[in-house]
T-cell receptor, first 113, second 114 residues
Framework: NAGVTQTPKFRVLKTGQSMTLLCAQDMNHEYMYWYRQDPGMGLRLIHYSVGEGTTAKGEVPDGYNVSRLKKQNFLLGLESAAPSQTSVYFC????????????FGEGSRLTVL | DAKTTQPPSMDCAEGRAANLPCNHSTISGNEYVYWYRQIHSQGPQYIIHGLKNNETNEMASLIITEDRKSSTLILPHATLRDTAVYYCIVRVDPSISGTYKYIFGTGTRLKVLA
């Protein structure tokens, strides 16, 4: 089992460029999340999805878009990257249920110049 | 949303028990307490969770006070590999937020000393 896989793991962008981060999970999980982590801080929720075809905003959604066309994939898009979006991005997923454990990917480190 | 307060850092001698405290004084009755840890910049790793009762698994023990306003994660015999940032998280019920919302604080940086 691969678990939660994020691609790419590293990326450098110029201001104004666009890109998409892909999160794939092979555990048939309904819930998927995108977080960002800035130096010395905890994780902040960007967007989430409670099932295929659904998405919703988290704490810090501005500048990001997401899509969940397939149950196993959750895409995070930056339409026009800004230096403030330099961060480490984590995808997570869990099954439906009262005490579903949250499984994380290994992170994607994004630098916007 | 319930929030957590943890000390920013702690040291522990190798082989000794590490006791990591967490305050969550605004926790609601149906909100679970979860503990995760993050080693270097890897993805956070699940440790344990609980609602009211104390819990134990192969990694750690979780002690929750009777009023549920605080909890302690216990690593019974800390090793150098336990050096990490430990996050105490309150999970908000989806009936309130639309999804299970895991609220991360800044965590406790535990350093296990040889």
């Amino acid at each position: 089992n691969a678990g939660v896989t994020q691609t790419p793991k590293f990326r450098v962008l110029k201001t104004g460029q666009s890109m998409t981060l892909l999160c794939a999970q092979d555990m048939n999980h309904e819930y998927m999340y995108w977080y960002r982590q800035d130096p010395g801080m905890g994780l902040r929720l960007i967007h989430y999805s409670v099932g295929e075809g659904t998405t919703a905003k988290g704490e810090v959604p501005d500048g990001y878009n997401v899509s969940r066309l397939k149950k196993q994939n959750f895409l995070l898009g930056l339409e026009s990257a800004a230096p403030s979006q330099t961060s480490v991005y984590f995808c997570a997923s869990h099954a439906r249920g009262v005490t579903g454990e949250l499984f994380f990917g290994e992170g994607s480190r994004l630098t916007v110049l | 949303d319930a929030k957590t307060t943890q000390p920013p850092s702690m040291d522990c001698a190798e082989g000794r028990a590490a006791n990591l405290p967490c305050n969550h004084s605004t926790i609601s009755g149906n909100e679970y307490v979860y503990w995760y840890r993050q080693i270097h910049s890897q993805g956070p790793q699940y440790i344990i969770h609980g609602l009211k009762n104390n819990e134990t698994n192969e990694m750690a023990s979780l002690i929750i006070t009777e009023d549920r306003k605080s909890s302690t994660l216990i690593l019974p015999h800390a090793t150098l590999r336990d050096t990490a940032v430990y996050y105490c998280i309150v999970r908000v019920d989806p009936s309130i937020s639309g999804t299970y919302k895991y609220i991360f604080g800044t965590g406790t940086r535990l350093k296990v000393l040889a």
